[in-house]
C-alpha cells in the first residue's frame, strides 16, 4: 500500500466513504447533543458521636456506627422503600410501572452514599462521620427532592433505631433487676428464718441473757437465804411443839403476813433507792411470788368457811417447799440463760454468713438498680433530642448543570468511531470486489502478456445516467441521513443508552 494505490482507492470509493463517515457522524454528533442531561444532588449528614454521661448505656447506644450506617442503607435501598419513593415523585415517568422491577434496579443504582471522616477539633467531643446522600436523574427539582428524602430517612431511621435499643437495653436491665430483687427477698428470708429460729441466742442479745442472769443469780441466792431463814424458823417451832402460832393459824395467814411484811420493805428501800437498785428489784420479786403462792393456796377460810388449824411446823414446811420449787424453777430459768450465751458465738459465725450472703446481693442488687437508671435517663435523653446524632448539615439543591454526559467527550469518541467505521467499510467493500482495476491487477491475475489497452469510452447517454444517478445518490444520501438523524435521537432517549454514555461520558 503506498500513496498511488490510497489515491486509486480513494477515486473508487469516495462516495461509499463519505456516505458512511456522514451517516456515522451524523448518528454520533445527534445521540451527544440529543441525550438528556443527568442532575445530581446531594445531601450532607454529620453524625455526631456525644459523650454520654451514661457510661453503662454508652456502648448499646453508640457503639457500632459503622454497622448501624449499613443497617440503615439496607433499609432505605429496600424494596418496598423504593417502590414508595417511585409513587411518591414519578422519578421515571409513567412508564416506571410497567416494568416495576427494572425501575427499582434503576433506582438503587442512581442511589449513592459516601462516607468521608471529619475533624471537629480538640472540644472534647473527638471526631464524628459524615457521609454523603445523593441521587441522580433528568429532572433536577425531583432529584433534590429525592435526595432531601433519602437523607431524612437516614435521621428518622437512626432515631428510631437508637430508641428502640435503649428501650431494649432498659428491659434486660429491668429483667436483671427483678432477678436480683428476687435474690434480695430469698436473702432477707432466710436470714428473718434464722433469727426467728434462735431467737434468745443472736448476739445482739448477749447483754439482755447476761442481765437476765445476773438478775436471776440475784433471785436465787435471795431464795437459798429465805430457806435458811424458814429452815431455821422450821427448826425453832419444832423445838416448841406444843406452841402454835398465834398471829398465823393457816397457811394463807403466814403468806399474808409475810407479804405485808415484804410491802413494808419496799416502801422503807424506795425511800432510799431508785427502782433500779437490786434490792427493789429482789424485794418487788418477793412480793410477786408471793401473791402467786397465795393464789396458788385458793381462797381464804373467811371465804371457803372456818378450816381446821395446822400447825406451825405445817406452815414451815409448806414455806420451805415452796421455795425450794422457786429455786429449781430459778435454775432452770439459769440454766436455759446460759446456754443461750454459749451459743451465742456459734449463731454469730452463722449470722455473719448469712450477712455477706445478703450484703454481696445487695450490693448487686444497688448495681443493677443503678444501671437501670441510668438506663432509663438514657432513654429519656434520647426522646428528647431524637435525630441529634445524625443531623442534616447541608440539604440537596436543585443542579443548574448536569453532571453528566460530557458532551465533548461523546462528541470526540463520535469522531473517532466514524473515521474507524469508514475505513472499515472501504477496507471490507476492496476485500469484496474481485473486478480488475488496472493493467497491474490483470498481470497480477494472469500469466498471459497484455499487449493493449482500450480505454473507457464514455459517450453523452453514459455522461447523463452517472449524472442522474449522482443525483438520485445524493438524494437518498439526504434522506438517509435525515432518517439516521431521527433514529439516532429517538435511540439517544433510551434507558439503557442514556445509562451506558452518562456512565462513559461522564
Known sequence: MNLAALSA??????????????????AALTIAVAIPGIYRSTATVLVARPEMTTPSVRSPLTGELEARLNRIGEEILSRSRLEALLDRFDIYGPNAKADLEASVTRLRRDIRVDTKAVDLGTQGRGSTVAFAVSFRGRDPETVAQVANELAAYYVAENSTIRERRAAEAVQDIKREVDDAQKRLDEQDKRTNDFKRRNMGQ??????????????????????????????????????????????????????????????????KLQRQYSDKYPDVINTKYEIETTKRQLAELGPSPAKAGAAAPKPSRDLGDTEI???????ERLRRMIAAYQSRVEMAPEREQELQQLSRDYRATREMYDAVLKRYHDAQAAVDVERRRAGEEFQILEKAVPAREPSAPNRAKLVLLGVVLACAVTGAAVMLAEQLDTSFHGVDDLRSFSKLPVLVTIPEITTRADRTRRRWRMRLAACAGVVGVFLIVGIAYVGAHNDLLVSLLTRTGS
Open 202 to 267: 443472736l448476739p445482739e442479745q448477749v447483754a439482755a441473757n447476761l442481765a437476765m442472769l445476773e438478775r436471776l443469780n440475784a433471785q436465787l441466792a435471795l431464795n437459798n437465804h429465805n430457806q435458811v431463814i424458814a429452815m431455821e424458823r422450821r427448826t425453832a417451832l419444832r423445838r416448841r411443839p406444843g406452841e402454835e402460832m398465834a398471829a398465823a393459824s393457816s397457811p394463807e395467814e403466814a403468806l399474808t403476813i409475810r407479804l405485808n411484811q415484804l410491802n413494808t420493805d419496799l416502801v
Open 9 to 26: 482507492i480513494w477515486a473508487r470509493r469516495k462516495y461509499l466513504a463519505l456516505g458512511v463517515l456522514a451517516a456515522t457522524l451524523a
Open 321 to 327: 417447799t415452796a421455795l425450794k420449787a422457786e429455786d
